[in-house]
């Protein structure tokens, strides 16, 4: 056995311990402290039900409506003079919004083109640095009641467009197109 898999196997358990050992050396009851947990955890989980299903929703409209494709065509011509393939950008609009959404285009990319084509390995790039800011800032900064938010969101998106830039030049560098 290896030391990463030896580490691996007893982390958790060890870490659990590690809690159960200081809730009992700081006299805590650490079980009701557990359950209280679970209690709050379940409350926090239906306070985000709404805004999943709206970013779901809506997600769910604008790639059935045709308005993504719409966009993605009225920008090629300028995507093909600068080198960036246009099949990619449902990914790159979708990925602030949803992980999920994401996680699909993603899929449907490599199915269709391969995952060792330039456009399977730019978009797991791109899956991989960027993040899902405005899921981000609608789910949790709603369920915690903050309401404004724009330098959160201009500083998401920035590292968003930094992300999705430093994928295309990268991936361009390393693999070509």
Partial sequence: MSVITGISIWII?????????????????????FVEGGKEGVKISFSLLPFLVGMLVSISILRSS?????????????????????????LALVRPISGNAALG??????????????????????????DTTLYILTVYFGAVGIRKMGYALKVGLLADLIGLTAAVVIVTIVFGS
């Avoid at 870490?15 to 650490?30: R, W, Y």
């Fill in 13 to 33: 358990p060890m870490f659990i311990l590690i809690v159960l050992l200081t809730a009992m050396l700081k006299k805590l009851p650490a079980y009701e402290l």
């Fill in 105 to 130: 285009v993603t899929t449907e990319l490599i199915a269709e083109h391969g995952p060792d084509s330039f456009i399977g390995r730019l978009a797991s790039t791109m899956q991989g640095s960027t």
């Fill in 66 to 90: 045709g308005a993504l494709d719409a966009f993605v065509d009225l920008i090629t011509p300028v995507l093909s003079y600068i080198g960036i393939p246009a099949d990619i950008v449902p």
